[in-house]
């Protein structure tokens, strides 16, 4: 894994698996205003293990009315990754460079 460049955003690495930020689409709801409903923010990473490279998407809104409407866990290349949170939570008027998110994940191994 050390060919990481000093733009990757890793977000998790172990011994032979690294998780990479590729970008983030935040429409969730802002915290100084009254919504209707949460919004979601998509969060678009990049998994590595064992030589095999993948993309894939989680959302923060999860499940909506018992349905999976937003993914926020994925199996894939035998790991079980959840999204658990991501900050900061977005404010009206204010924008963030992908540097500035943190991204919580859980990564259990199949």
Do not use: H
């Not at 172990?14 to 970008?23: F, V, Y």
């Not at 802002?30 to 409903?37: H, S």
């Amino acid at each position: 894994m050390d060919d990481n460049t000093i733009d990757d955003i890793v977000i998790y690495q172990d011994q032979n698996t690294t998780i990479t930020l590729l970008g983030v689409e935040d429409n969730r709801c802002p915290t100084d205003v009254l919504c209707f409903w949460q919004g979601n923010a998509v969060v678009v990473m990049q998994v590595e293990k064992d030589n095999e490279t993948l993309n894939f998407t989680l959302n923060t809104a999860g499940y909506i009315n018992g349905t999976s409407n937003y993914p926020d866990t994925i199996s894939i290349l035998d790991l079980n990754i959840e999204l658990i949170d991501l900050l900061p939570y977005p404010q009206t008027d204010t924008s963030y460079s992908l540097y500035e998110y943190n991204v919580d994940l859980e990564v259990i191994y199949e």
